[in-house]
């Protein structure tokens, strides 16, 4: 048996390293990577999966090391069958004996290059999650994952997406990303962005099941779709954008120009509503957390693309902020508006930029005080 402790996540135990990280995108502490804090991340894996309610699916995790993703999807998830991959020798004994602490018969585990596997097979779902940018792996993903298949894509260079190393983000993207309180929801768009240039060189579009910013990784969950429409569909989707931080305002064009010179980025939606409808946060580690993600995911306007904060309202007007609460209420009777889960003081609503100020002034505690 391979060295570290036993912990208990969800419904499943897992050996892990005894030198684990614990907070953050995680540091290498040992030769097998575990990061305890990605557990949300894998409660929300096992219930957009349950929320699939599939009759069967074909798992492939790509990177897996301790398999704490996989086997916690075999062990959760009915009908599912599990490969749990890693290039690394030192990983498969914390695989096999995660698979025998669950006496798991529907997850086995595999010591191949990711690259060289998915195009020999095939499966129903390919899950990336890898120590920094996904890039390289899509393609191999892509090709690995059959026909209306998922693809679920972790980006954890954060700096790059969210336009703290531009350059980076040139290079790895090709995209200009953008700065400032709309930052996350930039990086977002940028990855997904990303998967759906590369699918269309395989004449494939996408449909975007969860999308969403957490614990400084970006995570998306996208339904492949097959053939030329499909791919014209989804490359109509992506533009670029402006925006001003002197006067908040925003646009967007579907054509680079000298304004709109930030991209491109996916500018559809960022989740499908009805399969939120049927995810549940029963019997998950943090039951708790996921409850609230959910909620704010299924009422967030995600296919707005702009995003607000409070306290960029605030810098701007120089009035002290009202509760959001109250500016949403505000707000929501001349058009609508929502919480983002990007952050607890942000924003989405469909009002222009100058009504948006106006509303935010009118229910600033200053402006009530006069």
């Known amino acids: 048996m391979p060295p570290g402790i036993e912990i208990k996540e969800g419904q499943t135990r897992i050996l892990v390293p005894e030198s684990h990280s ?21 409660d929300v894996s096992v219930m957009f999966l349950r929320g699939l309610d599939r009759d069967s699916m074909s798992i ?25 991959n890693d290039v690394d020798p030192k990983a498969i004994p914390y695989i096999e004996q995660n698979i025998a602490l669950n006496s798991l018969s529907n997850c086995v585990h595999s010591n191949k290059d990711l690259h060289i596997l998915l195009s020999e097979q095939s ?31 972790t980006a954890t260079d954060t700096a790059p997406l969210a336009g703290a190393q531009v350059g980076k983000c040139r290079r790895r993207y090709q995209s200009e990303p953008i700065r400032g309180y709309m930052c996350h929801e930039g990086g977002l768009r940028i990855l997904m962005c990303t998967i759906a240039k590369e699918l269309a060189k395989f004449d494939r579009g996408m ?70 409808g049927r995810m549940n946060a029963r019997d998950l580690e943090d039951e708790r957390r996921c409850v609230k993600m959910l909620e704010l995911w299924r009422n967030e306007l995600d296919e707005e693309v ?15 902020p009202p509760k959001l609460e109250d500016l949403l209420e505000a707000l929501n009777q001349v058009g609508r508006a929502a919480p983002t889960h990007m952050s607890p003081t942000s924003f989405k609503t469909d009002i222009e930029t100058k009504d948006v100020v106006s509303i935010y002034s009118e229910t600033s505690p200053d402006r009530r005080a006069h």
């Open 60 to 84: 492939f995790d790509a990177m897996s090391a301790t398999g704490s993703r996989a086997v916690r999807i075999a062990n959760e998830v009915k009908n599912t069958h599990v490969t749990a």
């Open 207 to 276: 449909r975007p099941l969860l999308s969403f910013y957490a614990d400084h990784y970006f995570r998306t969950y996208v339904q492949v779709e097959e053939g030329a429409n499909a791919t014209d569909r989804s490359l109509e989707q992506l533009g670029f954008m402006h925006y001003d931080t002197k006067t908040l305002e925003r646009s967007t064009s579907k054509h680079y120009d000298a304004e709109h010179n930030k991209g491109p980025f996916w500018l559809g939606p960022l989740h499908d509503k009805a399969l939120l």
């Open 22 to 42: 614990v907070h953050g995108p995680g540091t290498r502490t040992s030769d097998v990577f575990f990061n305890r804090q990605m557990a949300f991340g894998r």
């Open 306 to 320: 702009f995003l607000y904060d409070v306290s960029e309202l605030s810098s701007f007007t120089k009035m002290s």
């Open 123 to 153: 499966f129903d779902y390919v899950d990336l999650d890898p120590f920094g940018s996904p890039v390289p792996f899509i393609q191999s993903a892509i090709r690995g994952c059959k026909k209306k298949g998922i693809i679920a894509i």
